[in-house]
């Protein structure tokens, strides 16, 4: 596509139940972030990948909070048993190579209820 | 590790007049600097970026940065707002890796008409 896609736009969940986000970044792009934007923040880092691997995870938060790219393209960011602390705008980001511009999906708005 | 700081929350004024939205950066290594803006419900979008040499930096929609790095920052600056420009700022740091964006907490610019 044109630009990078995420889906869901919105996600309400209850708490305890399991979500996954998906992002599919601009074809080829070799790099993925994902960042957890809470309200009148700024993104927060989560995760990097190049390409399959996982290069840094420093930013998840807990142990609750999973992410793969398991083909080195569409990724998924999983939490499990949402609290509702984890309620926030998760971005998704892709660049071409490290350090070029990152370009940024529209997010997905979870809502922990 | 890096850190940004942008030092004013919410900016009104008033259409046509000039703006400056500030950020200062703090890291021990040489860095990339970006300022991304967030229309509502919508993903960040690059305005502009310092990656090396000259320190003024033109972007899109008129915006202009320049890097000042021994005051460490790079203020973000428009001679004349329009009504469009009404969105959330953000002034973000990498290091020369690129494996992360670290962004500030956000200006609000509300143009007035």
């Known amino acids: 596509g044109a630009g990078v896609s995420q889906s869901p736009r919105y996600k309400v969940a209850k708490r305890g139940q399991d979500v996954a986000l998906r992002c599919d970044p601009i074809s080829g792009h070799v790099s993925l972030f994902w960042y957890q934007q809470a309200l009148g923040q700024g993104p927060e880092f989560l995760t990097y990948f190049q390409n399959e691997a996982q290069l840094d995870k420093s930013g998840l938060p807990s142990d609750r909070f999973f992410a793969e790219r398991p083909e080195g393209s569409v990724s998924t960011l999983k939490i499990q048993r949402t609290q509702q602390e984890d309620s926030a705008v998760y971005l998704c980001?892709?660049?071409?190579?490290?350090?070029?511009?990152?370009?940024f999906g529209q997010g997905t708005r979870l809502t922990v209820v | 590790a890096q850190s940004v700081t942008q030092l004013d929350s919410q900016v009104p004024v008033f259409e046509e007049a000039p703006v400056e939205l500030r950020c200062n950066y703090s890291s021990s290594v040489s860095v990339y600097l970006f300022w991304y803006v967030q229309y509502p419900n919508q993903g960040l979008q690059l305005l502009l970026k310092y990656l090396s040499g000259s320190t003024l930096v033109k972007g899109i929609n008129g915006f202009e940065a320049e890097f000042n790095k021994s005051q460490t920052s790079f203020h973000l600056r428009k001679p004349s707002v329009h009504i469009s420009d009404t969105a959330e700022y953000f002034c973000a740091v990498s290091d020369l890796q690129g494996n992360q964006f670290y962004f500030g907490t956000g200006t609000s610019l509300t143009v007035i008409p």
């Open positions: 980001a892709s660049s071409l190579f490290r350090n070029t511009e990152a370009f």
